[in-house]
């Protein structure tokens, strides 16, 4: 909505000397009456005349004020912020405001963007599940992000933190906060999980050293959905699935396989994991 002022042909405003309504302010701003209230009552916009039915009154100057207010709002400036930004009397003061604002508005992108990227991510790896549910298949230059700093082994009573990690010492914690689980055993003791590694995971990159890419240049991948917990045979019937394949394509396979878990619904009170394993090959 465009804003603008009636100039008489005197030069002066003819608003000068008159008074805008709540509702006036609101309409001109557009917002509603009751953020013109609240503004008051946060002091942040305070009419010049409040008569004792209440109504408020708003002189030129204090609708100019408004117009800060609102603006500042529109571009997400806080309320504390902005009481601060009316009290420079100085330009200076105003322009440096603005350029630290402008700093915080490109960290707030690169996270948005940070955003964006790991859905993208997330939902191109669920067209495997859609496309070719429980089957294996050939992919190159796959890959996954593994923080060596966040792992865990098993053994009879559960899980343990091999290396204590906590959230003030995470170099990026949007990508923790964002991770995944992963299991990494060798293929030869995949029938025994506590030989293997529980990991914190990812599919989107990250600048702390702690955290690895796994590139795939060639791998085998098997598209589970299942209960990996309840179906104990499961990595037997995909490691034959796999070690046939190979046998019959000439294909040699590395020490190791991945299995990473994406995502957990509940189907007919039953539960359901997405999970990619992967075996790189050599």
Same mark, same amino acid.
Do not use: M
């Given at each position: 909505m465009y804003k603008s002022f009636i100039i008489s042909r005197k030069g002066f405003f003819d608003v000068v000397n008159k008074y805008f309504k709540t509702g006036e302010v609101a309409k001109f701003h557009n917002v509603s009456p009751d953020t013109v209230r609240y503004y008051h009552k946060e002091k942040l916009v305070e009419p010049t005349v409040v008569k004792d039915n209440k109504y408020r009154?708003?002189?030129?100057?204090?609708?100019?004020?408004?117009?800060?207010?609102?603006?500042?709002?529109?571009?997400?400036?806080?309320?504390?912020?902005?009481?601060?930004?009316?009290?420079?009397? =100085?330009?200076?003061?105003?322009t440096s405001f603005h350029s630290d604002y402008i700093k915080a508005l490109q960290q707030e992108k690169q996270l948005i963007d940070k955003k964006i990227n790991?859905?993208?991510q997330f939902n191109a790896r669920m067209e495997s599940f859609q496309r070719?549910?429980?089957?294996?298949?050939?992919?190159?230059?796959?890959?996954?992000?593994?923080?060596?700093?966040?792992?865990?082994?098993? =053994?009879?009573?559960?899980?343990?933190?091999?290396?204590p990690t906590y959230e003030e010492t995470v170099d990026d914690p949007f990508w923790t906060k964002t991770s995944i689980i992963s299991f990494t055993n060798t293929i030869q003791n995949s029938d025994d999980?506590?030989?293997?590694?529980v990991c914190c995971?990812?599919?989107?990159?990250?600048?702390?050293? =702690?955290?690895?890419? /796994?590139?795939?240049?060639?791998a085998l991948r098997y598209n589970y959905i299942g209960d990996t917990f309840s179906d104990r045979t499961y990595r037997n019937r995909i490691k034959t699935q796999v070690i046939q394949h190979c046998a019959?394509?000439?294909?040699? /396979?590395?020490p190791?396989?991945?299995?990473?878990?994406?995502?957990?619904?509940?189907?007919?009170?039953?539960?359901v994991y997405y999970v990619h394993v992967y075996f790189p090959l050599q």
């Open positions: 009154y708003y002189t030129l100057n204090d609708t100019l004020k408004f117009s800060s207010v609102t603006w500042l709002r529109e571009l997400g400036v806080p309320l504390h912020q902005i009481k601060d930004w009316f009290t420079y009397s =100085d330009l200076n003061e105003v790991y859905l993208q070719s549910p429980n089957q294996l298949e050939y992919v190159e230059n796959d890959f996954i992000y593994i923080c060596h700093a966040l792992s865990f082994t098993a =053994d009879e009573d559960g899980f343990n933190i091999d290396e999980p506590q030989k293997g590694q995971s990812n599919i989107i990159p990250s600048e702390c050293d =702690d955290i690895e890419k /796994l590139k795939f240049t060639r019959e394509n000439n294909l040699s /396979l590395q190791n396989f991945y299995e990473l878990y994406y995502l957990y619904q509940n189907v007919n009170e039953c539960p």
